[in-house]
């Protein structure tokens, strides 16, 4: 496995260096375990952040994760057995086929650091991979062509996150994932939604052999679905461990997959052989009384990081969920979160990422001022090292998931996983779905200048990404939570909602989750309408901020915070966004 130039974050020692230089100037500001209480202020009597806790997309992968825990396995391990399950009833949104960031915290060491599972391009990829005739690719012929799938991360990632954090047998994990897609699940009312949906992923002849009952109809909500060639690949998995999936028949299938019609891909089963997960540290900085880490670039971590250095420069910030200024403050601070975004992150191994500028507090302090002033629309900085690229054109579509767990010993895993798209591009190998995240670069490499994007196509390069899990400490390095959310490029606008919930308006977590969302990147506002009060929305339209259905793929919320409970016991406020079918479980 490559190593990254970010380092793991030493929390007992890092800390107190991080609120030594910043944080000074800083001021304050239906789930598994409800809090009463306000966040966990540094306390020495606060005892330590245990588990179990899993929250997750689906209960059977939740009940997966949970059994992992009972039997002595590590928040990694559990992470294995969900994602196992989660590839199986929830393959519309990630898979063994797909790619991953992980964060883990280290409860003996008090170290986080983070696991990179993104895709990488195939040796033969070029930075005109979407071009046909010379022009870009309609999105969707981009999407369902083999061009469009990446050596998958995700299996090696956890491969290798598990070599470092496991406590079982890496053998051990699949039985749920077995025995479900032997025996048959239920299948779940979002999960035949999207099979009856209009997803052009649905209705390839790879999806339509799948979904389609003996009769010559969909599979609906209540049916029992039955996938033998997945249940053959996890127990492949179990039995010869990632070097099967890499190194095996897998890899030669997926290659063959690939290469056939419409319009061919070029990776190669060689290409998959040399895939390596990247050990890549952790991005942590202060906000408030906290410090919120999450993984480098090529996640855009480092744009939540920067809207939290913004708002905390912005006031009106801390007055609560019912105040149009804070919901205006908000949306003005992410047009500029992701003008900055899109204009800069990248695959650091091929483009300079001026992550240091972009966090950079006077850099924050200058971008925050201009927020009241916007009138559209939000033009990228230029903050210290940043070198501009050209304009972006990435397409960010929506198919994600997201996972917490906390074990008995205080290990945590915040998770993001993915195989882009709906269903990734349609194509099916082993009972799973196959990435589509290519389509993540962007398909225009070049401005009209000449000069290069900074998410333009390359050989062996991962495409940028808004995956960004999170995890959450105290001044003094203890684990106080963990959050995350799918959602394509609103992923970003979804997590700090989240966070400015619990952490600012001390909110518990599940009534966090279930606030209204709004997505403010570029002219437009986009937002969960019916959940704004009327008397939110006109005030919001009166500051200019007219609010339209959101178009982008909506959140799942996944996470908890360790907190005092009225009864004085401490536990995790855990939540699962309703607005998909997860829950949050803790015994």
């Known amino acids: ?29 239906t789930g598994a375990s409800p809090a009463t209480s306000t966040p966990i202020p540094a306390q020495a009597e606060a005892p330590p952040a245990r588990g179990p806790f899993v929250a997750a997309a689906n209960p059977l992968a939740v009940e997966a994760g949970m059994r992992v825990l009972r039997d002595g396995g590590s928040a990694v391990d559990a992470a294995v057995a969900v994602q196992a399950v989660l590839g199986l009833v929830e393959p519309q949104s990630s898979g063994l086929g797909g790619g991953a960031f992980m964060m883990v915290y280290d409860a003996a060491s008090g170290e986080v650091t983070s696991y990179d599972g993104r895709e990488t391009a195939p040796a033969a990829a070029t930075p005109e991979l979407f071009y046909e005739d010379g022009r870009p690719l309609d999105f969707v012929s981009a999407v369902l062509s083999g061009r469009s799938t990446g050596a998958p991360g995700a299996v090696a990632m956890l491969a290798e996150a598990q070599k470092a954090h496991g406590r079982l047998p890496w053998s051990a994990l699949f039985s749920d994932a077995e025995r479900l897609a032997t ?5 779940s009312p979002r999960l035949a939604g999207m099979i009856s949906g209009q997803a052009p992923q649905a209705r390839t002849r790879w999806a339509t052999a799948y979904f389609t009952r003996p009769d010559g109809t969909r599979y609906v909500a209540g049916d029992v679905l039955k996938n033998p060639a997945y249940a053959r690949t996890v127990a492949e998995l179990a039995a010869q461990g990632a070097e099967v999936f890499y190194h095996g028949h897998i890899a030669r299938e997926i290659a063959e997959t690939v290469a056939q019609e419409p319009r061919p891909g070029a990776l190669t089963a060689a290409d998959i052989g040399a895939y390596q ?3 890549r540290g952790a991005l942590c900085r202060p906000y408030r009384i906290y410090v919120v880490c999450v993984p480098p670039p090529p996640s855009s971590g480092v744009a939540v990081l920067q809207l939290l250095a913004m708002a905390e420069q912005t006031p009106d910030i801390s007055r609560g969920p019912d105040s149009v200024a804070a919901w205006t403050a908000f949306a003005q601070l992410q047009r500029l979160m992701y003008a900055d975004r899109d204009r800069y992150v ?13 966090l950079d507090p006077s850099y924050a302090a200058s971008r925050a001022a201009l ?13 210290p090292g940043g070198v501009m690229p050209g304009p972006d054109a990435t397409h960010e579509p929506s198919g994600t998931t997201h996972m917490v767990i906390v074990d008995a010993a205080g290990n945590a895993v915040s998770m993001t996983t993915t195989v882009e798209s709906i269903f990734g591009s349609g194509r099916m190998v082993g009972g799973f779905f196959l990435n589509n995240q290519l389509t993540d670069f962007s398909f225009a490499p070049t401005r009209a200048d000449g000069g290069p994007a900074a998410n333009a196509v390359a050989a062996g390069k991962r495409p940028r990404s808004s995956m960004s899990p999170i995890i959450v400490l105290d001044r003094q390095g203890r684990l106080v939570g963990a959050f995350g959310s799918p959602g394509g490029p609103s992923i970003l606008a979804y997590n700090t909602k989240a966070l400015i919930g619990v952490l600012d308006w001390n909110m518990p977590v599940q009534s966090a989750f279930a606030l209204p969302n709004l997505v403010a990147r570029g002219a437009g506002f986009g937002a969960d309408t019916d959940r704004f009060s009327p008397a939110l929305r006109e005030g919001l339209a009166a500051n200019g901020i007219t609010l339209r259905p959101n178009a982008s793929e909506n959140s799942g919320l996944h996470g908890g915070i360790w907190r005092q409970r009225a009864d004085g016991q401490w536990g995790w406020d855990g939540g699962a966004d309703d607005r998909r079918e997860g829950v949050a479980r803790t015994e």
Do not use: K
């Open 346 to 358: 990248g695959d650091p191994a091929f483009v300079g990422v001026p992550v240091q500028g972009l």
């Open 277 to 279: 997960p990247l050990e």
């Open 371 to 383: 927020a009241p002033g916007l009138t559209g629309a939000a033009q990228p900085g230029t903050p």
């Open 1 to 29: 496995m490559r190593q990254s130039p970010f380092r793991p974050f030493r929390t007992l020692a890092a800390t107190a260096a991080l609120f030594g230089m910043a944080v000074a100037g800083c001021t304050g500001g």
């Open 183 to 187: 025996d048959g699940f239920v299948v």
